[in-house]
């Protein structure tokens, strides 16, 4: 099975800040990554397609490259909507695996 | 517009079994893969399952192979997953999603398996 390890965990952060979050797969996925955003009892959203597409309807604040192991989510001018938790998804080979999550804070 | 809406889930002892439903509408549901995907209360996000669009293939999560059977009714646009031999481990908020053009997930059902 393939292991996604997202980093950081959590993360403190203003409002204007640019932030990254990674995520590094135990084998290359090639671009068959998404990241998502949730907030408390709500279903996941997603921000990114294919690693670095902007789903539709997301602001272009939001951003994601990388390919084969290694990807980061950028949000370039974090805004109050914004804090909540973020994770990536490998859909290259089954069983798909999520990372561990990352929960981004107010500072 | 896509709507995804879980039900069945509820309160069962160890050991039991429950059936959960994903009732499917604005789309073509037949011609798409379907997914189950599980979030334990305070915890990440786990994918669980995933079955074709025209029920033929399917695969699991590890911790769910031989337990957990995931289906389909194209003729009433529903997924399924019956969980047998339910474990504390498998509380969570159940999620269907679509592998349809977009992004479309249900808003989850809550299973708690607890004595």
């Not at chain 1, 290694?70 to 370039?76: N, V």
């Not at chain 2, 499917?24 to 669980?48: I, N």
Request: overall charge neutral; charged content about 15%.
């Amino acid at each position: 099975d393939i292991q996604m390890t997202q980093s950081p965990s959590s993360l403190s952060a203003s409002v204007g800040d640019r932030v990254t979050i990674t995520c590094r797969a135990s084998q290359g996925v090639r671009n068959d990554l998404g990241w998502y955003q949730q907030k408390p009892g709500k279903a996941p959203k997603r921000l990114i397609y294919g690693a670095s597409s902007l789903q539709s309807g997301v602001p272009s604040r939001f951003s994601g490259s990388g390919s084969g192991t290694e990807f980061t989510l950028t949000i370039s001018s974090l805004q109050p909507e914004d804090f909540a938790t973020y994770y990536c998804l490998q859909h290259s080979s089954y069983p798909y695996t999520f990372g561990q999550g990352t929960k981004l804070e107010i500072k | 517009q896509v709507q995804l809406v879980e039900s069945g889930g509820g309160v069962v002892q160890p050991g039991r079994s429950l059936r959960l439903s994903c009732a499917a509408s604005g789309f073509t549901f037949s011609s798409f893969g379907m997914h189950w995907v599980r979030q334990a209360p305070g915890k990440g996000l786990e994918w669980v399952a995933v079955i074709s669009y025209d029920g033929t293939t399917k695969y699991y999560e590890d911790s769910v192979k031989g337990r957990f059977t995931i289906s389909r009714d194209n003729s009433k646009n529903t997924l399924y997953l019956q969980m047998n031999s339910l474990r504390p481990e498998d509380t969570a908020v159940y999620y269907c999603t679509s592998e349809a053009d977009g992004d479309y997930w249900g808003q989850g059902t809550l299973v708690t398996v607890s004595s």
